[in-house]
């Protein structure tokens, strides 16, 4: 234990609010007088440093990037008030740095891989709105608030309000430009500043638009802009964007960032199947009425190094992969982004997946985990929630409406068994020439068990625990009692496979919110057995998650 502690924990930039805003992400920090409960707890993470290759840049990229994690590090300060607006009270009341540390990590008191047990004493549950809602406001009141008249319902439940009680109680929408004024403005400020350095046409007019969206909460222009861009080698995902820490109703989107570099040689190689989208549309195997929408032709797939996580990206697990914009009509008009970020992804699996592959599956099927197969599950994840319906089929209002709470995980676990769907029907259209099915199923499973363990408190932990359990009841992999470890039928995993993601889209296209809350109430959940497997790569020292030495230092970028 000692000896990972003192490997990645070795600075602390603890700081006041006036200090650099992101230092959550920054830090890596010393074990020095943690209790070993908490030690036990850092350890979970791997340190991994965010470095990517410069060459591949102009002197005037490389003057970009400090403004760029400049505006990124505003939406931490962001992301703080709104899952945990006393921070500065919180972290100057820890006394040791692990602690500390810990703190940081999570973006308040509750364990984000541990199902948001809180981690300190004296700390009660976790409030499921985050401080997007009053503590004290029911779903009840809530609903018969947004009743009140079309405007009011618009308003609360805006991607981009908080809610708050006016003077005489009532509930009110507060629109992010207005109660994060000040950091918005002054990320704004620096991707402006950036804008003027931008030698690609489309980064400009991007970062232009985005920062005028910081400050209107109109962010469909910086949208389409986004997707319009073809060329550049720099890119910043900034805003308001995914709705995982509304646990209430999964209405409102948390503030994050990403500051990324294009790899153009795994670009190149991922261009082609972007064109497939149409077909990959009409061949999903559900009725018509449930895959009647087209996606949009522009939407592309690329490969980038991550230099920067902030806010909602940055707390607690780290994401290997994004697919946007989220907003429903850009989508339909131009399809989305899928931004594979390879240096995460590529750590995750040498020092995650790897380890959990030679504890948990069988011996001879271990030769079937690859890098390769992990890139393509990853990359038809992100190309899968592009698929599907985000209209419920009735004409009753958006997927994410009809679902509320538990759109989030539902969307996950399709992306992920419509992600391995796709793979099977392009390699067996001869789209995938070279691909071993074998690898991507069995890399598939262990990499459920990976993410798995994030808690199904997150998204994607949900969605996991729910698809083993589908597709273990279809017979997709057994568990060797003896040996505790999974062998994957792979006829049986087909079928699953199909089956699950039938089931998936018509939820999705009924819009049926009871039959998802049954669903994942029955199935959401981690047997005993899959648990003390899970328990059991703890105590080999196998890492959950990693956490990111990040920043100008790391980098070597200009100052």
């Given amino acids: 234990m000692r000896r990972w502690i003192r490997f990645w924990m070795s600075l602390l930039l603890a700081g006041s609010s006036a200090c650099r805003a992101s230092d959550a992400g920054d830090a890596v920090v010393s074990g020095a007088g943690a209790t070993p409960a908490v030690a036990q707890k850092l350890a979970q993470y791997t340190p991994v440093r965010l470095t990517a290759d410069l060459s591949t840049l102009s002197e005037r990229e490389r003057r970009m990037i400090p403004l760029l994690i400049r505006a990124a590090q505003e939406m931490d300060t962001i992301f703080w008030q709104q899952v945990y607006p006393g921070r500065d009270s919180l972290l100057g009341a820890l006394r040791d740095s692990a602690t500390q540390a810990y703190a940081r990590l999570n973006y308040g008191p509750w ?43 618009a308003s609360l439940r805006s991607l981009y309000t908080l809610v708050r009680r006016d003077s005489s109680g009532r509930l009110v929408a507060v629109p992010y430009r207005e109660a994060f004024a000040e950091p918005s403005r002054r990320a704004a400020a620096s991707l402006r500043e950036a804008a003027t350095l931008a030698e690609d046409s ?101 490969a980038y190094d991550a230099v920067y996580y902030t806010g909602q990206a940055n707390a607690g697990s780290k994401t290997i992969a994004v697919n946007l914009p989220n907003d429903e009509k850009v989508q339909l008009e131009k399809g989305t982004r899928r931004l594979q970020l390879k240096n995460t992804m590529r750590a995750k699996f040498d020092r995650i997946l790897v380890p959990i592959g030679e504890e948990l599956i069988a011996e001879e099927q271990r030769k079937h985990i690859e890098f390769d197969s992990f890139f393509a599950n990853v ?79 997150s998204a994607h932990g ?52 009871e039959g998802v809350t049954r669903f994942m109430s029955e199935r959401a959940t981690i047997p005993a057995a899959l648990q003390r497997d899970l328990d059991r790569l703890g105590s080999k020292g196998i890492p959950v998650d990693i956490v990111f030495e990040q920043g100008l230092d790391v980098l070597g970028a200009s100052r």
């Fill in 202 to 302: 489309g980064l400009k007019r991007y970062l232009e638009l985005r920062a005028r969206a910081l400050e209107t909460d109109e962010y469909r222009a910086s949208d389409l802009a986004w997707m319009d861009m073809k060329r550049n080698g720099l890119d910043i995902v900034i805003g308001p964007i995914e709705t995982y820490d509304d646990a209430l109703f999964g209405y409102k989107a948390a503030h994050e960032a990403y500051v990324l570099i294009k790899d153009r040689r795994w670009s190149e190689r991922l261009a082609r199947y972007a064109k497939l989208l149409p077909a990959l549309q009409r061949g999903l195997p559900v009725p018509d009425e449930y895959k009647r929408e087209r996606p949009g032709t522009d939407s592309d797939l690329n």
């Fill in 111 to 153: 364990d984000r891989l541990d199902d948001n047990v809180p981690f300190l004493p004296g700390v009660g549950p976790r409030p499921p709105g985050a401080a997007f809602y009053p503590s004290d406001m029911t779903k009840e009141e809530f609903e018969a608030a947004a009743k009140a008249s079309p405007a009011a319902g």
């Fill in 379 to 457: 990359m038809f994840h992100e190309v899968a929630h592009g698929l599907g319906i985000k209209q419920t089929i009735a004409g009753t209002g958006t997927v994410r409406d009809a679902l509320k709470e538990q759109a989030g995980a539902l969307e996950e676990g399709k992306a992920d068994i419509l992600g391995l769907y796709m793979i099977t029907r392009l390699q067996q259209q001869g789209e995938l020439p070279g691909v071993d099915l074998d690898d991507n199923y069995v890399t598939f499973l262990a990499g459920i068990f990976r993410s798995i363990r994030f808690g199904a408190a």
């Fill in 462 to 513: 949900r969605a996991n625990a729910a698809e083993l359990s589908f597709l273990q009841e279809h017979g997709a992999f057994t568990r060797d009692s003896a040996t505790g470890r999974y062998r994957v039928d792979f006829p049986k995993m087909r079928t699953a496979v199909d089956s699950m993601a039938a089931r998936i889209l018509r939820y999705q296209g009924d819009g049926d919110y």
